[in-house]
């Protein structure tokens, strides 16, 4: 038997056993529900198909995890059959309580038949996969019997062909080997001539290079010669350029110096005059309110020195700090 009948008839078995408790719980649930509810208070009367529902569901967990452990060879214990054989007692005495309390003995035999049936289907259906899980295996150890004889035969074979194949090999090396040999022997021949011819030629090549390497130390003399005449006239004629900077420096500042020491002098004057009596004229009253502003003294007292309006004064002072501040506005963006 192979394993595509093997697979149909565990799926018949599997189909003919859910059918069986399929119509077992049915019949069941349909049997059991009015007794129950003669057996239940007023209320609760709705909870009668749960008592059947669960001794059923408990009979499916059976069906189902028997048939998964008897598909992987394994075994639960004696726990699954306790739970088997209660179920299906518990199913068959919950059918046949209501005629067996009205004593008909028809009536228990006719509902003994769906829970008899389904004892009887799932401990059958138990062996047979037991039955057909041990086939399986026997079956799949014979194959692995025959796929390791033929591997067996494969490898002895394949050894034999690679025996056959390195000694070809061996042979055509040793072939290889020879003519290697004599081919080497020719071409240490020919490379002794060769580094002979290469010895002569570098010799000439050194002499060469040696000229030439003195040639371009005697250039390399001469260009470092002319170099550090540059150097050193451009040395020089920084230090020149340097000493003409640092005197035209010292010479702006010794002129600035006198320029501030005259106008400090003008500006003292002009301040030590005192109080105006009366309104200056134009070009002095400007130089005493310059004066005042580089002194930093108030719009009043530029004013007291002049004789002139606030206004007048407070304009001019405004016009010499935009004045002072444009320079320094122009250094900041340069």
């Not at 008839?9 to 119509?23: N, Q």
């Not at 209660?86 to 209501?98: F, I, P, S, Y």
């Not at 400007?286 to 108030?298: I, N, Q, T």
Request: glycine residues 6%; neutral net charge.
């Amino acid at each position: 038997m192979n394993s595509v009948q093997i697979r149909s008839a565990e799926r018949a078995l599997s189909v003919g056993t859910w059918l069986i408790v399929g119509g077992a719980m049915l019949f069941s649930i349909l049997t059991v529900t009015p007794l129950m509810e003669k057996h239940t208070p007023e209320g609760w009367k709705w909870t009668a198909p749960i008592l059947p529902l669960v001794v059923d569901a408990a009979v499916v967990i059976v069906v189902r995890l028997d048939a998964v452990l008897a598909r992987l060879g394994g075994h639960g214990g004696k726990w699954p059959v306790v739970l088997r054989w209660m179920t299906g007692c518990m199913t068959l005495a919950l059918n046949v309580a209501d005629s067996a309390l009205k004593k008909e003995l028809v009536g228990v035999a006719v509902h003994a038949v769906a829970p008899l049936l389904l004892i009887v289907t799932a401990e059958t259906g138990l062996a047979y996969r037991h039955a057909i899980t041990a086939a399986q295996l026997a079956q799949e150890a014979g194959r692995k019997a025959e796929q390791a004889e033929r591997e067996r035969a494969a490898a002895e074979r394949r050894e034999a062909e690679e025996r056959r194949a390195r000694e070809e090999r061996e042979h055509a090396a040793q072939l290889v080997r020879e003519q290697r040999e004599h081919e080497a022997l020719l071409a240490r021949e020919q490379t002794e001539r060769e580094q002979a011819a290469r010895c002569e030629e570098r010799e000439r090549a050194e002499a060469r290079e040696r000229a030439e390497r003195e040639a371009g130390e005697r250039r390399e003399r001469e260009r470092e010669q002319q170099l550090a005449e540059r150097e050193r006239l451009d040395r020089e004629a920084a230090q020149r350029r340097a000493a003409a900077s640092r005197e035209r420096e010292q010479r702006e500042h010794r002129e600035h110096a006198e320029r501030q020491e005259r106008a400090a002098r003008e500006r003292a004057a002009l301040l030590g005059e005192g109080p105006a009596k009366k309104k200056l004229d134009d070009e002095l009253a400007l130089a005493k309110v310059r004066a005042a502003f580089e002194a930093g003294l108030s719009v009043r007292a530029a004013v007291d020195l002049t004789g002139w309006s606030i206004g007048w004064v407070n304009a001019r002072y405004q016009e010499m700090r935009e004045h002072s501040a444009s320079p320094a506005l122009e250094g900041a963006s340069q």
